[in-house]
């Protein structure tokens, strides 16, 4: 059982628009600790998407941006292309546990 | 670049340890944390632990405290991490990545070790 919860799959035709929540508490999103979002594909390690709720790291295209409200975080991919068929996981900071703390991950597949 | 170089593969028994060594280049080693993660087959991103490599503090996840031990040998620039009183759950790909500065967000990752425990 993931501290932060995403939803296991969600879909979406070429060309339109996708977002993925994650779902924390008060003891992590809630207290204000940042969210980062990773792209993981097939037998590879993850890469870094968002950092700090909503930055983009040099390379990762614009389609991609997050954001956080309360104890909740999205991720949004507009444009969808074939090429962003992956799992994404969010990742927080838990106060409680005081450790890294991670959604389950969600499984994005383009029609 | 930085580069951060993992062990091979390991196939071992339940009860037995493992361990795990991830060699750092292209940066100061003792400028940022190294953590460790794993991934289960068919599953989400675990974190187990970081060290800091300058001063060798440690923190451990709470799920694996007394079963971990994180250890650096700056000397090399390499972290290890060892994990003991393996059992079938214990079976997943082992990540270290490097923490950023003031974040926890890695921006760079270890190739994974796939451990396998099997009797």
């Known amino acids: 059982q993931s501290v932060l919860t995403q939803p296991p799959s969600v879909s979406g035709a070429p060309g339109q628009r996708v977002t993925i929540s994650c779902t924390g508490s008060?003891?992590?999103?809630?207290?204000?600790?940042?969210v980062d979002w990773y792209q993981q594909l097939p037998g590879t390690a993850p890469r870094l998407l968002i950092f700090g709720n909503n930055n983009r790291p040099s390379g990762v295209p614009d389609r991609f941006s997050g954001s956080k409200s309360g104890t909740s975080a999205s991720l949004a991919i507009t444009g969808l292309q074939a090429e962003d068929e992956a799992d994404y996981h969010c990742q927080s900071y838990d106060s409680r546990l005081n450790g890294v703390v991670f959604g389950g991950g969600t499984k994005l597949t383009v029609l | 670049q930085v580069q951060l170089e993992q062990s091979g593969a390991e196939v071992t028994k339940p009860g037995a340890s493992v361990k795990v060594s991830c060699k750092a280049s292209?940066?100061?080693?003792?400028?940022?944390?190294i953590h460790w993660l794993r991934q289960a087959p068919g599953q989400g991103l675990e974190w187990l632990g970081w060290?800091?490599?300058?001063?060798?503090?440690?923190n451990y996840a709470q799920n694996f405290q007394g079963r971990i031990t994180i250890t650096r040998d700056t000397s090399i620039s390499a972290a290890n991490m060892e994990l003991r009183r393996l059992n079938s759950d214990d079976t997943a790909v082992y990540y270290c990545?490097?923490?950023?500065?003031?974040?926890?967000?890695?921006?760079?990752w270890g190739q994974g070790t796939l451990v396998t425990v099997s009797s």
């Open positions: 292209g940066y100061s080693f003792t400028a940022y944390y």
């Open positions: 060290i800091n490599p300058n001063s060798g503090d440690i």
């Open positions: 990545a490097r923490g950023d500065l003031g974040s926890y967000a890695y921006a760079y």
């Open positions: 008060s003891s992590n999103i809630g207290t204000g600790y940042d």
